[in-house]
């Protein structure tokens, strides 16, 4: 009866500490419906461009559905802000970086792992194709990024995956220094020039020509600035977070940052803009660092609403195994093609029933991969915190 007490205590105590890391800050419901938005935008992308032929897009729609990739790039925003947002509340452990780390590994490695597992048997058993061991390598160490020519990576879209981690890696350095606005846009323009020189010596580096388009395309360093703008957008926001209001004046301001993501967005879709930063990829970043800071102070029920928020709880998933489901779906997409006249409500047919199936699937990976597998995380942590706090008494 004592032992079963003793451990009951220690159970009990895990959890308090557990539940301390978990809400010491509270969720952005904005930050999740982006990212349900984001994950949407890559599946319309997709599921255009993977059946081939393509599906046919009505005209008014091709500019944007042909634009569905930069859904990463707000993904790298979204997720910028969310590591500024609650890397407060992990300096305020004990070990900080353990606690940091321990959380991305857990909540990204498990179901990437399950996802890169799947991804050999469908290549072998579909398309006769087997992995060597030095590229499954790659993948599980997360170092793909840094291979020339296998940055893409045989997880389809899982590109994503290797540029995160990397920056997930370096991001408590980052932290450390990128304190102030002043600091973010100053990171921002650092990574911005070190790209540019990047693009002026990679000739001269003895790399294919396969390898070298690899680099421009994937190689992390490429894609930094977005993660930078994600900086800006929460320490321009940081009084308001803190203060958790909002005034009229602030949701006015809110509403004109997202109307004004909105015309950059059809300004670049439509070659409007100038090409100052050395790449027009860059302007996305832009578009959606305004698009973040307008839902923050002005959450739009359109935009931010039930099924958005979920499409966002659900979107690491959803983005890892759409492709998949998009490839096994294009009879279907066939079918309703030849069924439906119009090209509009066909491909809204296609893009319900993808979303549909993808979500289902998406929603029991999350329920068994992901949601399990943080929590062992920070079950780890906290057996790890425990276990440190006699020795710091000690001391």
Known sequence: MNRLSVAEAQRIELDSVEERVVTSRPRLDFLDALRGLAASYVVLYHMVLLPMPNLPVPPWLAAFA???????????????????????????????RISFYLHRLFRIAPLFY?????????????FGVSH???????????IFNLIPGHQESFV?????????MLFYAA???????????YGAIAFF?????AWNVVIVFLPMVPLSDVQRASVLQW????????????????????????????????????????????????ALLSSWLPNIFGAQYYWQGVVYGLAVCGLCLWPWSLLVNRLTMFLGKISYSLYLIHPTVIYFLTPAYRNIYSHVPRASLALAACLAL??????????????????????????????????????????
């Open 66 to 96: 042909g634009n569905g990739g930069s859904g990463v790039t707000l993904f790298f925003v979204a997720s910028t802000f969310s590591l500024f947002y609650t890397m407060p509340s992990r300096l305020k452990e004990p070990t900080p």
């Open 114 to 126: 399950a996802v890169v597992l799947a991804s050999m048997l469908r290549d072998y058993l579909v």
């Open 132 to 142: 060597s061991g030095w590229e499954v390598a790659g993948m599980v160490t997360f």
């Open 156 to 164: 389809w879209a899982g590109w994503t995956i290797g540029v995160e």
């Open 171 to 181: 991001f408590p350095a980052i932290y450390a220094r990128v304190r102030t606005i």
């Open 189 to 193: 323009l650092v990574t911005l020039i």
């Open 219 to 266: 190689f992390v360093l490429r894609h930094l600035p977005i993660f930078a703008i994600g900086g800006i957008c929460f320490y321009a926001l940081q009084t308001h977070l803190k203060s958790g209001s909002r005034s009229q004046s602030q949701a006015s301001l809110g509403a004109m940052l997202v109307l004004l993501a909105m015309f950059l967005y059809m």
């Open 354 to 395: 993808t979303l549909a199936v993808a979500s289902l699937i998406s929603y029991v990976t999350y329920r068994l991969v992901e949601e399990p597998s943080i929590k062992v995380g920070r079950r780890l942590y906290a057996r790890f915190r425990n276990q440190q706090s006699p020795k710091a008494s000690a001391a």
